[in-house]
């Protein structure tokens, strides 16, 4: 049996190691964003042939996966053997130890992308000397579950929805390669976040120039010819897209344009195929905001934990 060992390529090596993987851990979304870090570590794990591979971006003596985006952690073509990713676990040690940086950050991503997997992945760094930083919720929609979507709602949400068919709005898809049209759909996020005092991470720029390596979605949500609703929406993975963001404007919240949005939402994947709807995480750094868990769980998501380790040296 060959030992494993870990290799840095370049980004091109390792984009042509791997077939169809979460977009978060491709080449080509790392190059994107490679000026937000010092420098970029493309890493495979080779036997007798490449198992798997990580992304790594450093940054004032760290190694983060992910430094922007939001999850990283392994890929692979093939599921590893539990011995094979504990062995790999291992191979990180040593290659932070061997590095300049000090300390190293991996964010796996939540269980639903992968339960089988993730969960060895999670227990074999449990195993290390890693240490477990935080756990977040992230909410998920199972899009089987439209076809009887009603019966998982809560009775508050059930009575919101009802409320929300009654008022004419129009729900409109936006065409994703027409900047003006990405635009309008941001515009309403940005009112919305800057109302609620959130952060808005993404700039437009940033937006734009991911869409030119990512399928996305963008919807607004029309009542009298205003938009009061927005939602902008990845394809990460075989069967699953993630809303990266969704919100109302002020002012509407009577005629519930989220419960509307959701609907909506969840219907058009639904009939597009999908599986899943990640709906992201509602905590930060493992503190959750309790108003943002409540109105996904009462429009009939599921938790999926999203689980970040680190290690210092």
């Given at each position: 049996m060959e030992?494993?060992?870990?290799?840095?390529?370049?980004?091109?090596?390792?984009?042509a190691s791997f077939g169809r993987i979460n977009v978060f851990n491709t080449a080509d979304f790392a190059q994107l964003n490679a000026a937000k870090c010092s420098q970029v570590h493309y890493l495979l794990f080779i036997d007798t042939k490449?198992?798997?591979?990580?992304?790594?971006?450093?940054?004032?003596?760290?190694?983060?996966?992910?430094?922007?985006?939001?999850?990283g952690g392994f890929v692979y073509n093939e599921e590893p053997r539990l011995e094979v990713l504990r062995e790999a676990v291992d191979l990180l040690v040593e290659y932070l130890k061997a590095s300049d940086c000090r300390e190293m950050t991996v964010t796996l991503p939540p269980l639903v992308y992968a339960q089988s997997f993730?969960?060895?992945?999670?227990?074999?760094?449990?195993?290390?000397?890693?240490?477990?930083?935080?756990?977040?919720?992230?909410?998920?929609?199972?899009?089987?579950?439209?076809?009887?979507?009603?019966?998982?709602?809560?009775?508050?949400?059930?009575?919101?929805?009802?409320?929300?068919?009654?008022?004419?709005?129009?729900?409109?898809?936006?065409?994703?390669?027409?900047?003006?049209?990405?635009?309008?759909?941001y515009?309403?996020?940005?009112?919305?976040?800057?109302?609620?005092?959130?952060?808005?991470?993404?700039?437009?720029?940033?937006?734009?120039?991911?869409?030119?390596?990512?399928?996305?979605?963008?919807y607004v949500l029309t009542l009298d010819g205003v938009d009061v609703a927005a939602a902008q929406v990845f394809h990460v993975a075989d069967g699953i897209a993630q809303v990266v963001y969704w919100g109302d404007v002020p002012g509407y919240g009577e005629v519930?344009?989220?419960?509307?949005?959701?609907?909506?939402?969840?219907?058009?994947?639904?009939?597009?195929?999908?599986?899943?709807l990640d709906i992201g995480p509602s905590t930060e750094h493992?503190?959750?905001?309790?108003?943002?868990?409540?109105?996904?769980?009462?429009?009939?998501?599921?938790?999926?934990?999203?689980?970040?380790?680190?290690?210092?040296?």
């Amino acid at each position: 049996m060959e030992i494993m060992e870990i290799k840095r390529v370049d980004s091109q090596k390792f984009a042509a190691s791997f077939g169809r993987i979460n977009v978060f851990n491709t080449a080509d979304f790392a190059q994107l964003n490679a000026a937000k870090c010092s420098q970029v570590h493309y890493l495979l794990f080779i036997d007798t042939k490449v198992r798997l591979g990580m992304i790594l971006g450093e940054r004032e003596q760290r190694l983060c996966s992910p430094f922007s985006s939001p999850f990283g952690g392994f890929v692979y073509n093939e599921e590893p053997r539990l011995e094979v990713l504990r062995e790999a676990v291992d191979l990180l040690v040593e290659y932070l130890k061997a590095s300049d940086c000090r300390e190293m950050t991996v964010t796996l991503p939540p269980l639903v992308y992968a339960q089988s997997f993730m969960s060895k992945a999670v227990a074999m760094f449990g195993q290390s000397p890693f240490e477990l930083s935080h756990t977040d919720l992230n909410y998920h929609y199972d899009l089987s579950r439209f076809e009887h979507c009603e019966e998982y709602l809560s009775r508050n949400a059930r009575k919101n929805l009802n409320r929300a068919k009654t008022v004419p709005f129009e729900f409109v898809r936006l065409e994703a390669h027409d900047d003006a049209q990405v635009a309008r759909a941001y515009d309403v996020i940005k009112t919305n976040r800057e109302s609620r005092g959130y952060p808005l991470r993404m700039s437009l720029d940033d937006v734009l120039r991911t869409i030119r390596i990512i399928d996305a979605d963008f919807y607004v949500l029309t009542l009298d010819g205003v938009d009061v609703a927005a939602a902008q929406v990845f394809h990460v993975a075989d069967g699953i897209a993630q809303v990266v963001y969704w919100g109302d404007v002020p002012g509407y919240g009577e005629v519930r344009p989220m419960n509307m949005l959701s609907y909506r939402l969840f219907e058009h994947y639904h009939k597009s195929g999908l599986k899943v709807l990640d709906i992201g995480p509602s905590t930060e750094h493992g503190e959750p905001n309790y108003g943002l868990c409540e109105f996904k769980e009462n429009l009939g998501c599921e938790i999926s934990l999203k689980h970040t380790f680190t290690l210092s040296i």
